[in-house]
């Protein structure tokens, strides 16, 4: 996620800045600038890539001055390129504006502005707010970001300075982390706490629809119509490495408990609620041109591989149009039979695995329409591929994929209502799916809640050498993420099968020692693995079974379960799966392992 911090004071104000963007580097970030007023000029300088390469670039005669922003940026709009990276700047270069979040109404503003002569130089919705302010600027910074944001939507944590205010910063909330550091003569704005703590620990946290505007003697914070608001200053009392992981003890934890927000951040500006659709203009196809496609090839690696296996089930059984699910290591080397009536989807959430890029340009020598369906934007396959949308999970930190997966397994729901809506679902069909999306984050916010019971399930299992996991339907490919995530951060063995191929084999491995892990919320094929639950007790296997709200019938069958609230059965996996995230961090933490960075894994594997 993208890192803002600004200065105002009676010090050097770059290196100040400079200083605060290295403690935002943990958030991920792909490039970084920084602004400010020397001589009653704007200066700007950023630059795609790493911050050590950048801050090298500017040598030691960096400009001088009392106030300067100053950011991170990790790309939403536009690749991460020497254009696209923050600070943006008005068409009379005397407005200088840093911005994370999303502005929704991008389009619109942009072609408003061009019709007044705007000209912009970037792909970004910052760039937008730079000529917006620009646009309503009268006699004060302060009013003409207040203006500027009342005809914005979407959320924004940003910073603004310019040449007729030099020694004044303002800054604005909206669904987007924002503080203000309060100095001894200096002030500072900052998008997480780590960017000031070695100046100083008294903060204000802001609120959405709040501004601020500050100088090096004070601030003010008033809303957008001007009208103050009285703030309490809050002490810091964490040290900077819990502040990064945002006061959790590792960045797994951290992003599985931001699940609600990225889940959002997916579906955001996607879902048509009354046509019961999804708008998914990235795609770059008319409905004519989607409708000719007979079949569609997913193509993924591990956890991303599990994403799209779910993605199976939901557009064939919802969209009725054939799906294959394929390893792209398999995919690459086997001569697959595609051609220009075939779609390819390739999942990915680091955008650099070697094996799905090979895989994806395979598809499209053999004229494949291909698509990505991906996380870091500007990354390798998202340039490739022919379309596709950005899930916008935010950087992922931690080797084991869990954040990344939920929101692959959104953007597949809105494959399938817009792939769907033009075959057999019906906008009936269609608006229940909208609503079981948007009810969602709260449905997983519940869930996370009761992290705490899982931790307490997890003691029980610590010691097991082995796991079986086992589900049906939706939630197969969710047994097989479950055993992945423990396999991979606590080194336990652990399989994924559907539950009725346990008969076929694994069964015999069953007996006291051998944990079985059931995801049975009560779907269509709920009867079926109630069965298989059986079976395995009958044979003394110790279950724990992830369950439907207000089932009892498991409960008097296994030995822990846990339980999520009903949704779709589409949209189960969503839920399903977050108990076997936390399950497989506890594990893995009572074990003493290194849960961030499990030994072996790459982050993302750009080798075959
Ligand atoms: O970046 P990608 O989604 O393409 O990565 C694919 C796999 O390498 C990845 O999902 C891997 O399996 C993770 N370690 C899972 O937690």
Redesign the pocket.
């Given at each position: 996620m993208c890192g803002i911090i600004g200065y105002v004071g009676s010090g050097d104000a770059v290196p100040l800045v400079l200083e605060g963007l290295k403690r935002l580097e943990y958030r991920g970030y792909d490039s970084a600038g920084f602004a400010l007023v020397e001589d009653g000029q704007l200066v700007v300088e950023k630059s795609a890539g790493r911050l050590s390469e950048f801050m090298a670039s500017l040598g030691d005669s960096l400009p001088s001055g009392r106030a300067a922003i100053a950011h991170t940026r990790w790309a939403t709009h536009g690749a991460p390129t020497d254009n696209n990276a923050h600070p943006h700047t008005d068409c009379t270069g005397r407005i200088a504006v840093i911005h994370n979040g999303i502005i929704e109404n991008v389009a619109v503003l942009r072609a408003t502005l061009a019709k007044h002569g705007h000209s912009f130089r970037s792909d970004t919705d910052t760039e937008v707010l730079a000529h917006l302010i620009e646009h309503l600027y009268e006699d004060s910074l302060q009013g003409a970001v207040a203006a500027a944001l009342k005809q914005v939507e979407g959320a924004y944590g940003l910073a603004v300075i310019c040449t007729y205010e030099p020694h004044t910063i303002v800054a604005a909330k909206q669904g987007s982390p924002l503080l203000l550091g309060v100095g001894d003569g200096e002030n500072f704005v900052a998008s997480d706490a780590a960017a000031v703590l070695q100046h100083t620990r008294s903060v204000v946290y802001l609120d959405d629809g709040e501004m601020a505007v500050l100088t090096k003697d004070g601030y003010q914070i008033p809303d957008l119509d001007t009208t103050r608001v009285a703030k309490a200053v809050s002490p810091v009392d964490w040290d900077l490495a819990t502040i990064e992981r945002g006061g959790y003890p590792h960045f797994m934890l951290k992003e599985i408990m931001e699940q609600p927000v990225s889940i959002c951040n997916t579906l955001r500006g996607h879902l048509l609620p009354e046509d019961g659709n999804a708008r998914l203009s990235g795609i770059n196809l008319s409905d004519a041109e989607l409708l000719e496609f007979d079949r569609v090839v997913l193509i993924?690696?591990?956890?991303?591989w599990h994403a799209a296996l779910i993605g199976e089930y939901m557009l064939e059984e919802l969209a009725r149009v054939p799906v294959e699910v394929e390893y792209a290591s398999e995919f690459r080397y086997r001569n697959p039979i595609i051609d220009d009536r075939t779609l390819v989807v390739g999942?990915?959430?680091?955008?650099?695995?070697a094996d799905?890029l090979a895989a994806v340009r395979e598809a499209k020598k053999k004229g494949a329409w291909t698509l990505g369906i991906v996380n870091v934007v500007g990354s390798s396959i998202a340039r490739e591929v022919d379309g596709g949308t950005y899930i916008h999970a935010g950087p992922e930190i931690g080797?084991?994929?869990t954040k990344?997966f939920t929101c692959q397994v959104t953007a597949l729901a809105l494959l399938t209502l817009r792939l769907g809506r033009q075959r057999a679902l019906s906008v009936l069909q269609g608006r229940e799916i909208v609503e079981a999306l948007n009810a969602l984050p709260e449905q997983v916010k519940a869930v996370l809640a009761k992290a705490n019971e899982i931790e307490r399930i997890a003691e029980q299992y610590v010691r097991a050498p082995n796991a079986l996991y086992l589900g049906r339907g939706y939630n197969f490919p969710v047994a097989l993420e479950g055993a992945?995530?423990l396999k991979?951060i606590s080194y336990i063995h652990a399989e994924g099968y559907p539950a009725a191929e346990m008969k076929h084999g694994p069964i015999a491995l069953i007996d006291g020692m051998m944990p079985v892990v059931f995801v049975a919320p009560q779907d269509g094929v709920y009867p079926k693995i109630v069965s298989n639950l059986e079976e395995v007790k009958a044979r003394g296997g110790r279950v724990f079974a992830v369950v439907t709200d207000g089932d009892d019938q498991i409960a008097r069958l296994a030995d822990h379960v846990f339980t999520i609230p009903k949704t779709l059965d589409s949209l189960t996996p969503l839920l399903s799966v977050l108990p076997l995230q936390l399950f497989a961090y506890y594990i893995a933490v009572r074990r003493g392992c290194n849960v961030d960075q499990p030994r072996n894994?790459a982050k993302?594997?750009t080798v075959e």
């Open positions: 993924a690696c591990g956890t991303s999942i990915s959430q680091s955008g650099e695995t799905t080797v084991a994929s990344a992945l995530k991979e894994l993302a594997v």
